[in-house]
């Protein structure tokens, strides 16, 4: 007899086909192991072709070291300058420390993906618990171009559909044409532009964009 606990959760197989259904991620998959009963468990092992097999399981407050040195040695300067949402300076420490031991608690839902004990991947949902999350990214400069990004957006879209979500929100600064092509090929809309406050303090303009799952009538 079919042992039940064999088969995948029923949010797992959702994520599953939300990411198999993406072509340019599904071209890439060499094999796919999702399991979890809802996002803060969602765990995904996953072969990449090119690159080998990565693990993406939420962020824990042990992943701090691992962490810095994606963000400090995994990011050049310009990718640190287009994904902002920290201070790279005196005071990384702490924001990192603060982002991972509270995750949970303040509604950011964050992922890493692990290349053996290297994080290649960070990416998140900010404000989960409400009806537009909003959506940050950042992968490792050795790992760009080879559409880990379609795999991560994807994941995160599954995660906000299953979750019955109204939209996804992000900023993207207009220099940042490689993320601006990727959020429109996954289906965020230019919807106009707007002054943020990055990481450092610092104000600056960018493009925002948002993913509907409810059109506007
Ligand atoms: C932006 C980022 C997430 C994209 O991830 P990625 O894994 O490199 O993206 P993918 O390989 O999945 O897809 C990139 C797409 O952009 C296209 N692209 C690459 N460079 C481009 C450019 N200069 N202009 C236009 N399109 C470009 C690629 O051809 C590909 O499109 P395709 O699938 O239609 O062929 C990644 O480069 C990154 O982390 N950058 C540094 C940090 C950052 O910018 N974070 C986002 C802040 S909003």
């Known amino acids: 007899m079919e042992n039940s606990s064999d ?15 993406n072509p340019a991620a599904a071209a890439k998959i060499q094999h796919i192991e999702v399991t979890g009963s809802d996002a803060w468990d ?3 092992s996953v072969g990449w072709a090119g690159l080998g097999d990565m693990i993406i399981r939420r962020a824990a407050p042990e992943d701090l070291s ?5 963000l400090m040695e995994g990011l050049s300067d310009h990718s640190r300058f287009l994904f902002a949402p920290y201070p790279y300076e005196d005071d990384l420490g702490a924001a ?9 608690e303040r509604n950011i839902l964050l992922y890493h993906a692990w290349l053996g004990d290297k994080i290649i991947g960070h990416f998140f949902l900010g404000r989960f618990g409400e009806a537009i999350p909003d959506l940050g990214i950042a992968i490792a400069d050795h790992c760009h ?4 990004g379609h795999l991560f957006m994807t994941l995160l879209v599954g995660v906000c559909a299953t979750a019955g979500k109204e939209a996804i929100d992000l900023t993207t600064n207009p220099q940042n044409h490689a993320g601006f092509h990727l959020y429109k ?3 965020f809309e230019h919807i106009g532009d707007r002054e943020i406050t990055v990481g450092n303090g610092i104000q600056r303009t960018e493009h925002e964009m948002r993913y509907r799952f409810i059109k506007p009538v």
């Open 7 to 21: 088969r995948p959760h029923p949010f797992a197989g959702r994520i599953e086909d939300f990411i198999r259904g």
């Open 42 to 44: 969602l765990r995904v």
């Open 66 to 70: 691992a962490l810095r040195e994606f």
């Open 96 to 104: 990192l420390e603060a982002v991972l031991s509270t995750s949970e």
């Open 145 to 148: 171009g080879i559409k880990l």
């Open 185 to 187: 090929k996954i289906g």
